[in-house]
């Protein structure tokens, strides 16, 4: 595949604190690459970094084979981005704004206009287009600011956060937007702490923490480094000496206090994602040793992997901790 975004080795800190340390990755015409961890990990700043917002301390940034670090390009045209921040003008209509980031862009006057109505449509904002931005839902100025972004038709568009803070219509709606553009072959970098977006949208993802890469990979490639697991719940008032007599790998309460839960994870890493055979004859002689015990099993359930699952296992906390 054709490689349109590479960074290599960015690195920044800011008084005297390191907060993105040797990040490097690649997104490829047609992928969507997920940039996923949790606030503060050190997301925004590679993003600025890329947009050429701030400058790094090392490392490299090039676009369609171009050097952008450090230095004005023309091939800055090939790039859209979505900030994590609204940037659009809210006493000007809709399309006032686009029309005057279309300018920006340098789009003819006859190709402007025919741009700014397919955006608009795009969007969902048609019947909206000559309405203030300023009277707006927070979900209609993120659409908005989204259209301004692939105005230009980049070959690369940056998405930091782009859909904090929107209802559940406007979120579907531009995650279609995003899944269409990558299928047209739009390289897609996408910066979200919600991980389900990432699963949703993206071929690819890296996991970053504390300014640094944990893994990388395709969805598949992550989602088999997750060990199956099984839970079993048994009732809350099950004796504490029978369950320890069973190999579990884990036991605690659920949520609801209405059941005591068994955890059951596979040793080693599979080729595919799920539980192996070593697995599931753990759990059928654990329920075996249970019902010898007259303890009733009340649910089983295969934990699916997950991008949050694997963040665990690389932290040992959850992304919303």
Known sequence: MTELLQVKQLTRSFDGKKVVDGVTFSVAKGEAFGLLGPN??????TMMMICGIIPPDDGTVTLAGMALTGQKSDSRQQLGVVPQD???YPDLTARENLMFFGALYHLRPAQLK????????????????????????????????????I?????????????VGVDPHSRSHLLDCVR???DQGTAILY???????????????????HGKILTAGSMEQLLRRIPGEVEVTVPPDAAPDALAQIA????????????????????E?????????????????????????????????????????????LTGSSLRD
Not at 40 to 45: D, F, H, L, V, Y
């Open 151 to 163: 105005l230009h038709q980049p070959a690369v568009l940056i998405l930091d956060e782009p859909t």
């Open 269 to 313: 890493f599979r080729a595919e994602p799920g539980t192996s055979g070593a697995l599931s004859i753990r759990v059928a002689s654990a329920i075996r040793q249970l019902a010898e015990a007259q303890i009733p099993v009340l649910a089983i359930r295969t934990l699916e992997p997950n991008l949050e699952r694997l963040f665990l296992e």
């Open 114 to 149: 025919q741009r700014v109505d397919h955006v608009l449509d795009r969007v969902g904002l048609t019947a909206r287009a000559s309405d203030l931005a300023g009277s707006f839902s927070g979900g209609m100025k993120r659409r908005l600011n989204f259209a301004a972004a």
């Open 248 to 267: 579990a790998d884990g036991l605690n309460e659920n949520r609801d206090g209405t059941g005591q839960v068994l955890h059951f994870r596979d040793t």
């Open 191 to 209: 910066c979200s702490h919600y991980m389900e977006e990432v699963e949703a949208v993206c071929t690819s993802a890296a996991i970053m923490d």
């Open 40 to 45: 503060g990990a050190g997301k925004s700043t």
């Open 86 to 88: 609204l940037a659009i």
């Open 180 to 182: 269409e553009l990558r």
